[in-house]
Each structure stands twice: as C-alpha cells, then as structure tokens.
RNA sequence: GGCCCCUUCGUCUAGUCUGGUCUAGGACACCAGGUUUUCAUCCUGGUAACACGGGUUCAAAUCCCGUAGGGGUCACCA
C-alpha cells in the first residue's frame, strides 16, 4: 500500500517596497511568481499574494502603493489576497483576501511582529543592542545551507554570517526590518515559493536562520517550514551595469550637461535654464533642488522628467509606466521580460498569458543575469501591432494619443472622419504607438510650417539633380492636380500621375517622390493617395507652390 | 577586500544534470538579393558563439581543477 500524496498548494507574493514606480524587473518577479500560482490553480488553496513591505517609513508612499497596483494591472497581472483591485480604491483600507492586512506597517500597528521579538528575546535566540534587536548568528547557529530552487544548494560558514538588526531601534520607529517581517509575514499567509530578485541570494541565510529558530521555539514548526526560494538573475543595461531608476537620472544628467557643452560652470548655466523655462510656463521649479539633483547629490525622477522635457529628450524606459508612455503593449512587455531568464523549452518566443501560466515551470529559470535588449521588445512590438485587426488598431492608437498626444488629439485628422484611414495606413509601419505620430506630424502641421531643405542627399536627388528635373516635374504636376476634383482627391492624383509616368515614358517614382518632399518635407510617408487624400487638394497644392518657390530659390542660389 | 553566485553568436537563448546524433539550433540586430512609386512589410540567403588554460575519457559546449572577467552581498534600504 503506497500512501497517495495530495497535490500541495502553491502560494507566491509579490511582495514590493512601495518607494517609486513599479520597475520592469520587479515586474518580471512579480510576472514569474503570478505565472507558478497560476500554474497550479487547479490545486486548492494555491494563490497569488500582493503585499507592500513599507517597513521603511520614510521612502514609503501611499501614491507609490497605488501607481504599483495601476501598473499591475496594466499588465494584466491579478491576486488573489492583498490591496483592492480597484485602481481608485485605497489600498491600505481597502483590501481583499483573510490573511491581511497586507501592508507591513498595518501589520506592525498590530503587534504581529512584536510577539515572534518577545519569543526570540526570552529564548536567548536574539539580544537588545543600542535600541535595536539584533539575531544571533556565527557560532551560536553554526554553519547555514539552503537550497535554490535556480542557484542549487548554497553553504555558508559560521564565521561569515554576523548578527543582524531584526527591529530598528527608535530612529527607524521600533518597526520590524525587512528581513524580519518577510519572514513572518511569507510564514503567516502560506507562502510555499518565495520568487525575488537574486539580490536577496545573500540574505537568504538570514531568513533560513530565522525560520528555523522560529521552528524551535512555536509549537506549530510546520508552520516555519522553509520555503522555496527562487532566486531570478538580474536585468542589466546594455553597458553592463543594473538597470535601475537611476538611470533615468544619469540619462538626464549627462544630456544636460553635453547640451552645454560640458563647461566648467554647467550646473549653474543648467539651473538658469531650467528655471526660466518654467517661470515662463508659471510653474517654478525649486532651483535648489535641481542643482543637487545636477550635481549627481539625489536622483528624483519628476526632476529628471522635467530636465528631458526642458531639452526634448525621452528618457530611458525602465518603469512599466515608461513603457506605458513610450507607447509598448503590455502583453508585449509581459512576453519579453518572461523570456529574459526563461523559455519554455523550444524555439517559442511569442506567447501570452495564458501560455504562460501552462508551461511556467521554475527549472526553466537561469542563472545568467540577462541584458535588455530594446530592439527585440520593439520588433515585439511591432509584429503584435502588425497582427491586430485594423479596428482595435484603431482604437488602441486613438487611446493613445487621448492619454499623451494633445496635438493630435486637437488635430482635424483626429477629429474628422479621417482618423481610420490614417491608421490603416500607418498600422504595418509602426513599432511603437507614439511612432507614426511623430514620422507623420506634417499630416497636422500647418501648410506654411513645412520647412524644406535640398541638402539631403535623396531630396537633392528627386528634385535639384541635372538641373532641377524633379522640380520641373512638379510644376507639371501642379497644373495637371489643378483641375481635379477635391473629392478622392488623392486617388485622382495618383491616377494622374500614373497617366502622365506612362505618356512620358518614366518612372512614376519620378513624379511622386517631389509630391511627397512638397507635402511632408521628407521623402518617406505612407503610400501618396492616402496620403494626399489626408492633406485634401488645397493644402496639397498649397505645399507644392512653396515647395516650387523655396526649390527655384535654392537653385538661384546654387547656380 | 571577505563571502556567495554567474560565463554558448553583438543581444536573448536551446543544448550542460543523463559526454557521442552539435561540422552548436532559434529569435532580435546586422549584411546581401528579391518584391515595392518612398519608407516599412513580406520572401530568400548570409556573417557571427561554446571566456581562457590544464586534466579525465575512445570521445567534452557537456565531467573535474585552476585562471580571467562579470554580478550580488557585507545598512537600524528593501
């Protein structure tokens, strides 16, 4: 007789600090640690925990609490206990699930902590020092192993673990340290896996010694059972270096500092700037706090924000907001943090959710930390973009540019009955939502905005070349649109010019690469009816007389 | 620096546990050609890696030892 063992519950958490907005690789934790509950949801009592560790009193935030549940959500990532679903809720007295509360800061309040203190303190496992609580380690313990479930069995020796602060002293609010309250808190609600960033592979002794101590001295020891530990590799930047919050910092920093090229006097030359930009938007920006920011002294992120904003760049994406921003789909972001440090076996790349949550298994995980590599999740991107039916593209960039883009969101081609047309036409050649925008912005330029420069090599070919052939083809152009209907006006152009290419015998490039440098500035739009039935005929023709005007100038010029 | 961990194309990775079928596969990027009125898409092809040095073995990307490089940690931050 061989006794059946029942499948056991798998319970994981994301358990994150809330001090800023939720970064892209605490998002593939939380990705991984959502995926393993979810794998095994058919066995009862397996669930997924969202659970804020604020045990640090002075960087923690309500706000950063919420953005991190917004941005989970986002994500299309759910729990099971923790704050409310609800973005609009307060997810500190609003919260779901029997274990709670789920904050550590309402759970020290409640003295869950201090009573596991009291039973180390009486038991000789722990001392009072200079305030503070601190464990016993070294030889008091011994030597400590555990086992990984990604980095496989770790040793330390006594000698190298020292005694650390279990409860801050009065400075730090008499609160539990992380390392304590993890531990209470993932043995309280079940925890069976816990799945971090391997930052923590060190500490892990720590909370092994913690558990095992607590084993002793309760007398429910199952319920100190040592869980599982799952250990993920860091995310790096291409440079090598963690990709982390601050670089949006240094990103600014630097640019700043290059746009003034790098003079002894910078900060001050920047915070002058700065400030005047601002005072002329009637904002005012605290010219203290930007210029210890520039000196490198703090790495706020608002301030950050308004230096890229001040200079016009975009900074590097690294919350899940950013990637929000710079207009990344989430299932996207969701399948290529999965596959920085896991894959499913085989030669599959894309996959969703619920793909996911069939093959997620944890000796899928490396060891490697992994580089992010923004020209794959773009490609990504764009593919996802490229398969959607026409309609949600539609409406996904009609989204997009409500939430971010005021001028197109004021713009008649948004407005008007145009918009469809234009996303049909753009949705093949678009990575990232923001990117048809900006290729496309003479579409709501005024006609008169349109600046035209013939140094560009392809410009000077298409227009001034063996004297100026692509400009005299344009003003052939300009009589023959004249008397066409303004309705489909653009599909009347193209005809023409397929007419007069084949009368003349030549290339019909030769007649619509000058239309698309009149109308855009550029030589690259979408195909040219859509694209000049989006202008209508009077700015089409409008462009073309300047254009003709500014190219004969340039030729005079030249001459 | 002490301790812990990691190392396959430029990048993400398959293959390593259970040595041979790996003249190392896929994806992104890149290059070339084709399709295309531009750009892009799409199609075809290509360049490109077992960090290094020893050992074990008939046989090593795969096992062992060492070296180098990288990461983490050593906070009353998490």
């Given at each position: 007789?061989?006794?059946?063992?029942?499948?056991?519950?798998?319970?994981?958490?994301?358990?994150?600090?809330?001090?800023?907005?939720?970064?892209?690789?605490?998002?593939?934790?939380?990705?991984?640690?959502?995926?393993?509950?979810?794998?095994?949801?058919?066995?009862?009592?397996?669930?997924?925990?969202?659970?804020?560790?604020?045990?640090?009193?002075?960087?923690?935030?309500?706000?950063?609490?919420?953005?991190?549940?917004?941005?989970?959500?986002?994500?299309?990532?759910?729990?099971?206990?923790?704050?409310?679903?609800?973005?609009?809720?307060?997810?500190?007295?609003?919260?779901?699930?029997?274990?709670?509360?789920?904050?550590?800061?309402?759970?020290?309040?409640?003295?869950?902590?201090?009573?596991?203190?009291?039973?180390?303190?009486?038991?000789?496992?722990?001392?009072?020092?200079?305030?503070?609580?601190?464990?016993?380690?070294?030889?008091?313990?011994?030597?400590?192993?555990?086992?990984?479930?990604?980095?496989?069995?770790?040793?330390?020796?006594?000698?190298?673990?020292?005694?650390?602060?279990?409860?801050?002293?009065?400075?730090?609010?008499?609160?539990?340290?992380?390392?304590?309250?993890?531990?209470?808190?993932?043995?309280?609600?079940?925890?069976?896996?816990?799945?971090?960033?391997?930052?923590?592979?060190?500490?892990?002794?720590?909370?092994?010694?913690?558990?095992?101590?607590?084993?002793?001295?309760?007398?429910?020891?199952?319920?100190?059972?040592?869980?599982?530990?799952?250990?993920?590799?860091?995310?790096?930047?291409?440079?090598?270096?963690?990709?982390?919050?601050?670089?949006?910092?240094?990103?600014?920093?630097?640019?700043?500092?290059?746009?003034?090229?790098?003079?002894?006097?910078?900060?001050?030359?920047?915070?002058?700037?700065?400030?005047?930009?601002?005072?002329?938007?009637?904002?005012?920006?605290?010219?203290f706090e930007l210029g210890s920011f520039l000196e490198a002294k703090q790495d706020t992120a608002w301030i950050a924000q308004v230096i890229a904003d001040h200079l016009g760049l975009r900074l590097p994406e690294i919350d899940v907001d950013d990637f929000k921003n710079s207009g990344y789909?989430?299932?996207?972001?969701?399948?290529?943090?999965?596959?920085?440090?896991?894959?499913?076996?085989?030669?599959?790349?894309?996959?969703?959710?619920?793909?996911?949550?069939?093959?997620?298994?944890?000796?899928?995980?490396?060891?490697?930390?992994?580089?992010?590599?923004?020209?794959?999740?773009?490609?990504?991107?764009?593919?996802?973009?490229?398969?959607?039916?026409?309609?949600?593209?539609?409406?996904?960039?009609?989204?997009?540019?409500?939430?971010?883009?005021?001028?197109?969101?004021?713009?008649?081609?948004?407005?008007?009955?145009?918009?469809?047309?234009?996303?049909?036409?753009?949705?093949?050649?678009?990575?990232?939502?923001?990117?048809?925008?900006?290729?496309?912005?003479?579409?709501?330029?005024?006609?008169?905005?349109?600046?035209?420069?013939?140094?560009?090599?392809?410009?000077?070919?298409?227009?001034?070349n063996s004297n100026g052939a692509g400009v005299k083809l344009l003003e052939e152009l300009r009589a023959a649109f004249d008397g066409l209907p303004e309705a489909n006006f653009g599909h009347a152009a193209h005809e023409k010019i397929n007419e007069l290419a084949e009368t003349s015998g030549?290339?019909?490039?030769?007649?619509?690469?000058?239309?698309?440098?009149?109308?855009?500035?550029?030589?690259?739009?979408?195909?040219?009816?859509?694209?000049?039935?989006?202008l209508g005929k009077l700015a089409v023709l409008k462009r073309i007389g300047r254009c003709l005007a500014a190219a004969n100038k340039h030729m005079e010029a030249n001459a």
């Amino acid at each position: 007789m061989s006794a059946v063992t029942d499948p056991q519950p798998v319970v994981t958490r994301f358990a994150p600090s809330p001090t800023g907005a939720l970064h892209i690789g605490g998002a593939r934790t939380a990705l991984f640690a959502w995926a393993y509950a979810r794998k095994h949801r058919d066995i009862p009592g397996s669930k997924f925990i969202l659970r804020f560790e604020d045990t640090d009193q002075k960087r923690s935030s309500k706000a950063s609490a919420r953005g991190i549940v917004r941005d989970m959500k986002w994500l299309g990532l759910d729990w099971d206990e923790g704050p409310s679903l609800d973005e609009d809720a307060d997810p500190y007295t609003d919260q779901i699930g029997d274990a709670g509360p789920y904050t550590q800061s309402q759970r020290a309040e409640q003295g869950i902590y201090d009573q596991y203190i009291d039973l180390l303190l009486e038991a000789g496992e722990a001392y009072e020092d200079a305030g503070a609580v601190r464990l016993k380690m070294g030889e008091h313990r011994g030597d400590i192993a555990f086992d990984d479930a990604v980095f496989g069995h770790i040793e330390v020796k006594a000698a190298d673990l020292e005694d650390f602060v279990i409860r801050k002293s009065e400075d730090g609010g008499r609160l539990p340290t992380f390392h304590f309250a993890v531990v209470i808190d993932d043995a309280l609600m079940g925890v069976t896996h816990v799945i971090r960033g391997q930052e923590h592979l060190s500490n892990t002794t720590k909370h092994a010694a913690l558990y095992d101590a607590l084993a002793k001295l309760t007398d429910d020891p199952m319920a100190w059972a040592r869980p599982v530990w799952v250990h993920t590799p860091s995310i790096m930047n291409p440079g090598g270096s963690k990709m982390s919050k601050r670089d949006k910092a240094k990103a600014a920093r630097s640019a700043m500092k290059n746009s003034l090229n790098e003079a002894s006097d910078w900060v001050s030359a920047a915070v002058d700037q700065i400030s005047e930009s601002f005072s002329t938007r009637g904002d005012g920006i605290d010219s203290f706090e930007l210029g210890s920011f520039l000196e490198a002294k703090q790495d706020t992120a608002w301030i950050a924000q308004v230096i890229a904003d001040h200079l016009g760049l975009r900074l590097p994406e690294i919350d899940v907001d950013d990637f929000k921003n710079s207009g990344y789909l989430p299932e996207v972001c969701l399948n290529y943090i999965a596959l920085l440090g896991w894959n499913p076996g085989d030669d599959i790349e894309r996959f969703d959710l619920a793909f996911l949550t069939e093959k997620f298994l944890l000796d899928r995980i490396g060891k490697a930390n992994s580089t992010f590599d923004r020209d794959k999740l773009r490609s990504f991107n764009g593919d996802t973009i490229r398969a959607m039916p026409a309609d949600d593209f539609t409406c996904l960039l009609a989204d997009y540019v409500k939430a971010y883009r005021p001028d197109w969101h004021n713009a008649g081609i948004f407005n008007g009955g145009d918009w469809g047309a234009f996303c049909s036409a753009v949705q093949e050649r678009t990575e990232t939502l923001p990117m048809p925008l900006d290729a496309n912005a003479y579409l709501i330029a005024e006609d008169d905005a349109i600046d035209y420069d013939f140094s560009p090599k392809p410009i000077r070919k298409a227009m001034t070349n063996s004297n100026g052939a692509g400009v005299k083809l344009l003003e052939e152009l300009r009589a023959a649109f004249d008397g066409l209907p303004e309705a489909n006006f653009g599909h009347a152009a193209h005809e023409k010019i397929n007419e007069l290419a084949e009368t003349s015998g030549t290339n019909m490039g030769k007649y619509a690469q000058p239309v698309r440098i009149a109308v855009s500035g550029s030589t690259v739009t979408p195909p040219l009816d859509v694209t000049l039935d989006l202008l209508g005929k009077l700015a089409v023709l409008k462009r073309i007389g300047r254009c003709l005007a500014a190219a004969n100038k340039h030729m005079e010029a030249n001459a």
